[in-house]
């Protein structure tokens, strides 16, 4: 029998701020981690680089056209109508809270991932793989549970939603679901509280033995840092850290732990300082743009912001030529968005990005079929000006560290049919304010294509192949590289 597996999601962990946690001997777990494994700061997210999207990409080792999770606020054809999976409280509210509860913890799973895809979960399950999950957006499985009705923050979510799911064997999602007893509280779920909540039931599980491949979540990083800051991270890393040895001690310490446990650490993204913001509901003013909850006749366009990505869908499919060429002057035209992105009309396909830069606007069209080669190994055709992705080629071998894996993940989104006609990327300090009005100025956000967001912290130790088996690592390889630890096909 291989090693049980531990995957532990670190949300918006920035590799610059791992770095300085362990320099400063704030992260001695993930420092061992690193010392008895592999690690790279530069494991691409993917795009918009916000965590329903990543999670996904985490969860099932695809990209959106496949997972069909297309971003945080996003216009859902088939129901007429917007999703919100709870980007500030005032957008939930925008949109009804109870509405947005019920896509997040229930829709997004069970409704809008994709079904011609499987989850990490569902693959083990069908092997057998004992599972476990702590409270994380992606947890579909082969098990059902109840919602519980143990304390009297449950029996009140209970009163509330009160419907089952499916999920690993073992399920601890907030206060909603939780497979056995225990006396881990999360309030809820509520910021600050889930890392111990996760930790405090993974140690459970631990002492108990009930799994053999646990998805240990540890989201506050991610709520630390919107707040504080990407570059105060440390302290919300060193508190994840404590969580991962309270794991390994529940096994007695990290030698006895590691002795029966391989270890994944990823973050799902990166942050990067915000220091302006986009006002997408001013600037399409103009247009008919889809209110929240008031549907017109006249109506246009729906407009969907998502931290530092955004999306514009057209709704009058008559205007559609019209509509999309000034949906994209209009973006552009916005002090800072970087890029837009859009499928051109080439009858094999064929993505077109757009940026205004010192000389006006600049171009760059790409398919994938050609003869240069990126990081990972796909072959595109390029036209255009190549700086506007940041991209130098060389023997017909094509990169770029300022988006990095940019087109892999570009024609991943715009392929994905749940996403918009228009995407856009914002510039560095940037961020699209969201259906509430919040932002994170004097914060940190994600979202766009950029390194500063793009890059996340893979490490493993106990599995997986040497780091230089791939030039670029991703979030996708985090599902193959788990179901390769326990010998099941993908």
């Not at 570059?231 to 002795?259: N, T």
Request: aromatic share 8%.
């Amino acid at each position: 029998m291989p090693k049980k597996l531990v995957l532990a999601v670190i949300d918006a962990m920035k590799p610059a701020m791992l770095e300085r946690a362990i320099a400063t001997g704030r992260a001695p777990t993930l420092k061992l981690l690193i010392e008895r494994g592999q690690y790279t700061d530069e494991c691409v997210a993917a795009f918009p680089s916000v965590t329903p999207v990543c999670a996904a990409s985490i969860a099932t080792g695809t990209g959106p056209a496949e997972h069909e999770i297309p971003a945080m606020n996003w216009w859902h054809r088939g129901e007429d109508r917007y999703v919100e999976y709870g980007t500030s409280f005032g957008a939930s509210r925008a949109f009804g809270i109870r509405q947005s509860l019920t896509d997040t913890i229930y829709n997004m799973n069970l409704e809008h991932l994709s079904r011609e895809v499987k989850t990490v979960f569902e693959h083990l399950d069908d092997a057998d793989v004992r599972t476990a999950g702590t409270t994380y957006l992606m947890y579909r499985g082969r098990h059902r549970h109840e919602p519980s009705v143990s304390t009297a923050l449950s029996r009140l979510a209970h009163t509330a939603f009160g419907l089952p799911t499916w999920g690993p064997r073992e399920l601890f999602y907030a206060d909603m679901f939780a497979s056995r007893k225990t006396s881990c509280r999360s309030q809820l779920g509520l910021p600050g509280v889930r890392d111990q909540h996760s930790g405090c039931v993974s140690e459970f599980m631990v002492q108990q033995d009930l799994f053999d491949f646990l998805l240990l979540s540890l989201p506050d990083n991610d709520t630390h840092s919107h707040k504080y800051g990407p570059f105060a991270q440390v302290d919300s890393i060193a508190a994840a850290d404590k969580q991962i040895a309270r794991v390994m001690d529940a096994a007695g310490g990290p030698d006895k732990f590691l002795e029966d446990h391989a270890v994944i650490v990823c973050s799902d993204h990166s942050q990067s300082k915000v220091e302006g913001e986009i006002d997408l509901f001013r600037a399409f003013d103009g247009f008919g743009l889809r209110a929240a909850q008031r549907p017109r006749e006249d109506d246009e366009i729906a407009v969907c912001p998502n931290s530092r990505a955004a999306q514009v869908y057209v709704l009058d499919r008559d205007k559609r030529r019209q509509l999309i060429p000034r949906i994209e002057r209009t973006l552009l035209a916005l002090e800072g968005v970087d890029l837009t992105m859009r499928m051109g009309d080439h009858p094999d396909g064929e993505a077109i990005v757009r940026g205004e830069r010192s000389r006006g606007v600049k171009e760059l069209r790409f398919a994938p079929r050609g003869d240069l080669t990126d990081a990972r190994g796909a072959r595109w055709s390029v036209e255009g000006d190549l700086d506007l992705l940041g991209l130098k080629v060389e023997d017909d071998q094509i990169r770029s560290a300022t988006y990095p894996d940019a087109m892999s993940r570009v024609w991943s989104a715009l392929r994905c049919h749940t996403a918009g006609e228009v995407l856009a990327s914002a510039r560095p300090g940037y961020e699209f304010l969201d259906w509430g009005g919040a932002h994170h100025v004097g914060g940190g956000s994600h979202g766009s294509l950029h390194a500063n967001d793009s890059n996340a912290v893979l490490i493993w130790t106990g599995t997986g192949p040497e780091k230089a088996s791939k030039e670029q690592w991703a979030l996708r390889d985090i599902t193959p590289m788990a179901l390769q630890h326990f010998g099941v096909a993908g």
